[in-house]
């Protein structure tokens, strides 16, 4: 048996064209343009290319992008200046503040300060308490994504017993109330969790987000089962001196028993950005009083 490998650049590049349409029809009928403003402190090389990304695809779906690039000095008080400046600038619908920060700034007070409709990460306490209780929110992307991608092979996930390897706050904790938002039963494990191979054995649905590589083996895996890589790790390529992506999970043997797999990279990746642009519509779309439109 040999695993379906779901297309994330295609349902990213789907869900892109969706929100295009819905963004000219946004202006065409209500003269309201979606716009991003993308904030970078400092020159890491990642958030640079991960911005310039943003900003690329941002334009190429209509939406207007404004770009803030500060040096890594920058002041913790002249960052959290330019935010409240983003939250009173009625072109701007969704703000976000690259991660990581420099030492000096401290990231969960630049999240508090993003007015919770602008918060197109989803990280802000607000939209975290209005998920967790149910309530329509701005959601974290790359969990959105884990969720869309896990769609086009169940057509429901009511039912089906999920195993999130992982608790973070941006990937495991937020992807596990959506999932129990679609009605399944849902176990949130970790590095410490007792028989993890058994625990995640048990799933239909694994989402794996943890952070190590290729930790999560074939063996691991009940046959059949439909698997969600989250991770993106670097380690020593073929050639002396080269690198190469893997995700949390050991692809090849995995494949070998799961029914649908996402590859690394070009699975969960592209949907992170598309989900971003859809959160920036749907913020436009509220702040017109219009309800968001439906993408997918």
């Known amino acids: 048996m040999s695993a379906e490998i ?4 295609a349902l990213a590049e789907r869900l892109r064209g969706r929100v295009a349409e819905e963004a000219a029809r946004l202006r065409r ?38 770009e803030h690039r500060l040096p890594a000095d920058t002041s913790q008080r002249d960052l959290l200046d330019l935010i409240r400046t983003l939250n009173a600038d009625p072109a701007v619908h969704g703000i976000l ?10 990231a969960d007070a630049v999240l508090r300060t993003i007015d919770p409709s602008k918060d197109v ?7 975290v308490g209005r998920l967790a209780v149910g ?31 992982g608790r973070s706050n941006i990937v495991g904790k937020p992807v596990a109330q959506l999932l129990i938002g679609e009605s399944a039963t849902v176990t949130i494990a970790h590095s410490r969790t007792r028989d993890l191979p058994g625990v995640v054995r048990r799933a ?20 059949g089962a439909t698997v969600i890589d989250v991770g993106i790790n670097r380690v020593p390529g073929a050639v002396e001196g080269k690198t190469r992506l893997v995700g949390d999970v ?35 779309a509220w702040a017109a009083g ?7």
């Open 6 to 9: 779901i297309d994330g650049k």
């Open 29 to 66: 009928e209500h003269g309201v343009t979606p716009g991003l403003a993308a904030v970078l402190v400092g020159e890491n090389p990642a958030s640079q290319v991960y911005v310039r990304n943003k900003v690329k695809q941002t334009e190429e779906a209509g939406l207007a992008s404004f």
């Open 97 to 106: 503040v690259q991660l990581p920060l420099p030492p000096q700034i401290e």
């Open 121 to 127: 990460d989803g990280f802000h306490p607000v939209n």
């Open 135 to 165: 309530q329509d929110s701005l959601v974290p992307c790359t969990p959105q994504g884990c969720i869309l991608l896990a769609k086009t092979v169940h057509a429901s996930l009511e039912g089906l017993e999920a195993v999130v390897i």
């Open 204 to 223: 239909d649905l694994v989402i794996a987000a943890v952070g190590r590589p290729e930790m999560v083996t074939g063996e691991w895996i009940k046959p």
């Open 250 to 284: 050991a692809f090849e043997s995995a494949r070998a028993v799961a029914g649908a797999i996402t590859p690394v990279p070009g699975g969960v990746g592209p949907m992170t950005i598309a989900c971003l642009l859809a959160n920036t519509l749907k913020a436009a």
């Open 290 to 296: 219009r309800e968001a439109p439906h993408l997918l």
